[in-house]
Every structure is written in C-alpha cells, then in structure tokens.
C-alpha cells in the first residue's frame, strides 16, 4: 500500500460502521448496550464520550485518535479478523480497528462478556 494513501476505512464515519456493529450483535441474540460497553473497554471513552462521537459522526482516526485510553489488555486479543492475523497487522490504526471488529465477532458467536473483555 502506498503510504501517502490512507486506507479508506480511516476516513469512514465510525457511526456508520458502528450501525453494522449492533445490527451484527442483534441479529445472534446480543444487545447494543454489550457492543458499546466493549467498544468502551477498547477505548476509554464513557458512554456519553462515544454517543457524542457517534452524533458527531467522527471518522476511525479521529475517534481512536481521541480515546481517552485504550486498554492495555488489547494486546492479548489474537486470531483472525477478515482474513488477517491480527498480531501481523503493522499499522497502528489498522490494528486497533481490527482490534474491535474482533470483539464484536467474539460478541456476535456467542463468547462469554467475561472472556471478551479479558477477564
């Protein structure tokens, strides 16, 4: 990939995704509150904080950029996520954004809240 080329998910609306993410949860029996409070734990951001970036319509950089911190634990999330090894992926942003398509897939096949969240 050409470095002077951002991937165009970076600048994708996280709302827009974020729709897909519940309606990914919903459609296996999951809630919407279990897609936010992962994607809380990933990033730092209260419930208020994200709803906001959401209305804002916030693009991925801006809102992993803005988390107020994202969880160390993150690192031990691991296996594949749209064909690709997560610990492979060597761009920071492509790897937190993996990062989260991986705890929503978890969320959606039925994992415990316990097991995703690291704990």
Not at 18 to 27: C, F, G, P
Request: hydrophobic residues 35%.
């Amino acid at each position: 990939m050409d470095k002077t080329k951002k991937h165009r998910i970076y600048s994708m609306s996280f709302a827009s995704v974020y729709s897909l993410y519940v309606a990914k949860a919903e459609k296996k029996g999951r809630t919407k509150g279990e897609v936010d409070e992962v994607i809380r734990w990933l990033t730092g951001y209260t419930q208020k904080g994200f709803e906001s970036q959401v209305k804002k319509q916030t693009d991925f950089e801006t809102f992993f950029d803005k988390a107020p911190k994202l969880n160390p634990m993150r690192k031990s999330i691991k296996g594949v996520i749209c064909g690709v090894r997560i610990e492979e992926i060597k761009e920071p942003l492509m790897r937190e954004i993996r990062y989260l398509d991986k705890l929503v897939d978890e969320l959606a096949k039925g994992r415990p809240m316990e097991k995703i969240l690291r704990g």
